[in-house]
């Protein structure tokens, strides 16, 4: 036979003594612990993880890592339940009694500045509750021109928003394109008659499709994983005084764009000035 399978004489005589042995100290361990991680597993209604089961281990006065554990767990095909991330609606679709186009068709730079703005509206987490950042900021210059850090998701966080671009900006030239989603607040009467009195033309995407309005999720995409991810809130007004400070201290005054020759939003929009002048 071990010429047959090519295997070596002393290592057949070696693997016979260790199955009449039995299980080796380390095996018999590991089968003991496995019984009680499935033991604790189906306790907790196959919900805990490698964390929690540990515990329950530890709380037993067993000894063990939580490396081992996961080792485990994994090797028995045991897995836990993780909890998931609940995130706030910022989208909540609303009927326009004006019906709006999509006048970006994602063409977000529009090749000239106040040509195309663009917005949207995030969840901010806090130890008070949720705040929310809504922006305005221009697809071709990338600088955000207007912010606001309310508790609450009414209208009137996107008009002061846009109300302070506008002012920021000063007389606008010609017909500005204001792009936005389908939320209730982009949808709503009230900024209707403030894009109308303002002289914009608003502009939205289709409903639940993201890359319509992929300028504003780029935003915020670099504000989350930049700066809010990386801090801990614990009050409104915290969040407010840092994305403020994080807004125009770095993102249009320093951080530099790769899509527009890696100057700041604030530098680029001097060099076009003095390039038009």
Known sequence: MCLLLRVDRRRFYEWRARVAAGPSPRQQRAEELTAQIVEFHAASDGTYGAPRIHADL???????????????M???????????????PTTVPGADPFPVPDLIEREFDQGGRDIAWFSDVTYLRTGEGWAYLCVVHDGHTRRVLGRTVPDSMHTDLVEQALRQAVALRGELPGKLIFH?????????????????????????????VCWDNAAAES???????????????????????????WIDGWYNARRRHSAIGYLSPLEYGRRQLTLAA
């Open 58 to 72: 530890q709380n037993a006065g067993v000894t063990v890592s939580r490396k081992t554990v996961a080792k485990l």
């Open 74 to 88: 994994r090797a028995e095909g045991i897995t836990g339940i993780s909890p998931a991330t609940w995130h706030p």
């Open 219 to 245: 935003f915020w995409s670099v504000f989350k994983n930049e700066y809010y991810h990386r801090h801990v809130f614990a009050t409104i007004d915290d969040a407010r005084r840092g994305a403020y400070a």
């Open 180 to 208: 936005a989603d389908r939320g209730t607040q982009y949808t709503s009467g009230q900024f209707a008659d403030a894009a109308r009195e303002l002289g914009l033309l608003r502009s939205m995407g289709r409903t639940g």
